[in-house]
């Protein structure tokens, strides 16, 4: 594997898959959502879930990230999950609109705060999905309510997975103030900050780019087993 994939890289590749591969910003979006959420089935079956109902939190930022976080929800409930989102900071991008309206429609609940009283996220949901934040944010600069939903995250018992970069890390410099999840989902390659990740479950989730991208960027990925869109480090 590749070492470091820097947050420069990231979006350089990203702008070639738009520009010069003519993928869609929502086909990215779409397949990175359904490929998280087959990484969460394959860590957390429903059969092995604690508690009865088969309940997920997902918290989506307003960023790219989020809309990662409301496609990973929709393909969660198809297979048979219950999530639950919290997207306090909606986006005004059409797409985004348009992913919102189809958890709306599939009957996915939408919160309208996040309890700060952590024990109550702890007993409803079996797991969290951080969506909160990606490649594209200054952590230098966190704003509210991200700070609050940071602290409360921190302080969480259930695991957590997060998308691409646990949420208050540096994309380079790795954990400062950032959580500590269970599972990491990493897009197309793994960024430099996940050299610090200590959780049980790092994926990747890059099956889809084209190979002249991956020798391009030297990206190295491992061999994705069978059909599979994700693979496990």
């Known amino acids: ?5 820097s947050k420069q890289e990231a979006e350089a590749l990203e702008a070639e898959l738009l520009e010069d591969y003519r993928f869609g910003k929502q086909q990215l ?7 998280c959420a087959t990484a969460v089935t394959k860590v957390y079956p429903l059969k092995t879930l604690p508690k009865k109902q088969p309940t997920i939190l997902i918290i989506c930022g307003p960023e790219q990230n989020g809309a990662i976080g409301l496609v990973c929800a929709r393909n969660l409930r198809a297979f048979d999950y219950e999530p639950t989102i919290f997207y306090p900071k909606k986006s005004i991008d059409t797409v985004y609109k348009d992913l919102t309206i189809q958890c709306e429609k599939m009957d ?3 919160l309208s705060y996040l309890p700060t009283e952590v024990q109550l996220i702890n007993d409803a949901y079996n797991l969290v999905v951080d969506a909160v934040l990606g490649v594209e944010e200054d952590i230098g600069e966190l704003k509210e309510p991200w700070a609050t939903i940071l602290a409360t995250l921190k302080q969480i018992k259930i695991p957590i997975i997060s998308l691409d970069i646990p949420s208050g890390w540096d994309v380079e410099a790795g954990e400062s103030e950032g959580i ?3 599972v990491l989902i990493s ?6 900050c996940a050299i610090h990740f200590s959780g049980k479950h790092h994926f990747i989730a890059g099956r889809f780019l084209p190979y002249d991208i991956q020798k391009k960027f ?3 990925l491992p061999k994705y087993p069978g059909t599979e869109c994700v693979v496990e480090l």
């Open 218 to 220: 030297e990206l190295n």
């Open 180 to 182: 500590n999840p269970e």
């Open 29 to 35: 979006i779409e397949i990175l959502g359904h490929s």
């Open 1 to 5: 594997m590749s070492f470091p994939f």
């Open 108 to 110: 996915i609940p939408f």
């Open 187 to 192: 897009f197309s390659a793994p960024k430099a």
